[in-house]
C-alpha cells in the first residue's frame, strides 16, 4: 500500500476517532483503517479515561481491541444498540451505497450496522467510485451445504461467481460459511440486487449495504478530511 493511501487512511481514522463520546456503545469495524482506529481510540482511553464499551465485527477485530483494552459490551457477542459503528467498505458510489466483505465479515459488519444510531464509513479518495461492481467483486456469504447449486443460482442472475479460497481449501467467515465472490459488469441498481441475490436458498448474506451509512469520511494524504452526510 502506497504511503500516501496510508496518510489517508490515518487522517479519516483521526477524524472518526474524534466522534466518539464517554457513554457510548462504539461498533468497530473490521479492515486495516478499522486498525487504525482501534490504535487511536486505545489511545483516548489511556490519556482521557474515556468510558467506552465496543462490539466488534469480526473475531479477528475483537482480539485486536482486547489486546489494546478494549473491552466489549456486557453479554458480548449478543449485543442491543450501538451508538456509533465505524467502519470502512470496500467501494462507495454517489448514493453511498456500499460494497464490504473483503475481509470476509460483511454478516457481521451488516448486523452491527443495522443495530447502530450512526454509521460512519471511513475511507481513503480511491474507494469511491461512479457505480458499484466494476473493480470489486460481491462478496457473497453462502452455506456450505449445497455449495455449487448456489453458484450457479448467482450466475443465472448474470454473476461470475467464484469461491473464495484459503490456503488449500475454502476460506471460512467466523460463522464457519463460505464467501463467493462475484463479478458483476456494474451495479447500477444495489438495492435491487441486494434483492434477488438475499432471497436465494442457501445465500446467508450479500455484500451490498445499500443505504446503511449515516454520513462518509473521507481521509486525504495531506492529513485533511471531509464528512458528506447521507439521507438515510
Given at each position: ?9 490515518w ?20 479492515g486495516?483503517?478499522?486498525i ?6 486505545a ?13 466488534a ?9 482486547g ?15 450501538v ?31 443495522l ?10 479518495p ?26 450457479q ?15 488449500d ?41 445499500p ?14 478530511w ?7
Amino acid at each position: 500500500m502506497s504511503d500516501q493511501r496510508e496518510k489517508a487512511k490515518w487522517a479519516a481514522a483521526r477524524a472518526a476517532c474524534g466522534m466518539v463520546e464517554s457513554g457510548m456503545v462504539v461498533g468497530l469495524g473490521t479492515g486495516s483503517t478499522a486498525i487504525k482506529f482501534l490504535d487511536l481510540l486505545a489511545e483516548r482511553v489511556r490519556q482521557e479515561g474515556l468510558k467506552i464499551a465496543c462490539v466488534a465485527t469480526s473475531e479477528g477485530i475483537g482480539r485486536e481491541a482486547g489486546l489494546r483494552g478494549l473491552a466489549m459490551v456486557p453479554g458480548f457477542p449478543d449485543f442491543g444498540s450501538v451508538d456509533l459503528t465505524v467502519d470502512g467498505a470496500d467501494e462507495v458510489d454517489p448514493a453511498g451505497n456500499l460494497i464490504k466483505g473483503g475481509g470476509g465479515a460483511l454478516l457481521r459488519e451488516k448486523l452491527v450496522a443495522l443495530a447502530s444510531r450512526r454509521v460512519v464509513i471511513v475511507v481513503d479518495p480511491d474507494k469511491h467510485v461512479a457505480e458499484l461492481g466494476h473493480g470489486f467483486r460481491l462478496p457473497v456469504e453462502v452455506v456450505p451445504f449445497g455449495w455449487s447449486r448456489t453458484l450457479q443460482a448467482l450466475r443465472d442472475l448474470g454473476g461470475e461467481p467464484e469461491i473464495r479460497r484459503q490456503g488449500d481449501g475454502f476460506f471460512r467467515t467466523d460463522q464457519g460459511n463460505y464467501v463467493v465472490d462475484c463479478r458483476f459488469a456494474g451495479i447500477p441498481e444495489p438495492a435491487g440486487l441486494h434483492a434477488r441475490i438475499k432471497i436465494l436458498s442457501g445465500v446467508v448474506e450479500t455484500g451490498i449495504f445499500p443505504g446503511l451509512a449515516h454520513a462518509i469520511l473521507t481521509g486525504h494524504p495531506d492529513g485533511t478530511w471531509d464528512l458528506r452526510e447521507l439521507p438515510v
